[in-house]
Nanobody, 125 residues
Framework: QLQLVESGGGLVQPGGSLRLSCTAS????????VGWFRQAPGKEREGVGC????????NTGASVMGRGTTSRDDAKTTVYLQVNNLEPEDTGVYYC??????????????????WGKGTLVTVSS
C-alpha cells in the first residue's frame, strides 16, 4: 500500500519561498502521477501542481502559475513542490496525492487515490 508523507511546511514571510517534499513508502512512485493540493481555511481543496510518472509532463494550478514548480527525483521516491514569491493567500495545508497513471497528470482532487496527511504552510510577517 502506497503511503505518502509531506514535509517542509512552516512559517514563511511574504515574498519568500518554500520547498515541500512528498516521500513515498510501501511502493515506489515510479508508476504514479503525483499532485500537490492545498486547502486554505474555509475554502475548497485546490490543485497546485502535478507531475507525470516519467517526470516529462507537469501541470501548474492557476493560483501559483509562474511561481510554482513540481519536480521529482530520479529514484522516483520523492516529489517536490517549489513556490516562490509567497503571498499570504498561499497559506493553507498542503497535501500530496498520487494515482497510478502512465501518461500525464490529473490536477483533480477526485482523480487521486492516495493522500498524505498534509503539512501546514503559513505565510505571514
Amino acid at each position: 500500500q502506497l503511503q505518502l508523507v509531506e514535509s517542509g511546511g512552516g512559517l514563511v514571510q511574504p515574498g519568500g519561498s518554500l520547498r515541500l517534499s512528498c516521500t513515498a513508502s510501501g511502493s515506489s512512485l515510479g508508476d504514479y502521477a503525483v499532485g500537490w493540493f492545498r486547502q486554505a481555511p474555509g475554502k475548497e481543496r485546490e490543485g497546485v501542481g502535478c507531475i507525470s510518472s516519467s517526470g516529462a509532463y507537469t501541470n501548474t494550478g492557476a493560483s501559483v502559475m509562474g511561481r510554482g514548480t513540481t519536480s521529482r527525483d530520479d529514484a522516483k521516491t520523492t516529489v517536490y513542490l517549489q513556490v516562490n514569491n509567497l503571498e499570504p493567500e498561499d497559506t493553507g495545508v498542503y497535501y500530496c496525492a498520487a494515482v497510478r497513471q502512465r501518461i500525464g497528470c490529473p490536477l483533480l482532487r477526485d482523480a487521486m487515490d492516495f493522500w498524505g496527511k498534509g503539512t501546514l504552510v503559513t505565510v505571514s510577517s
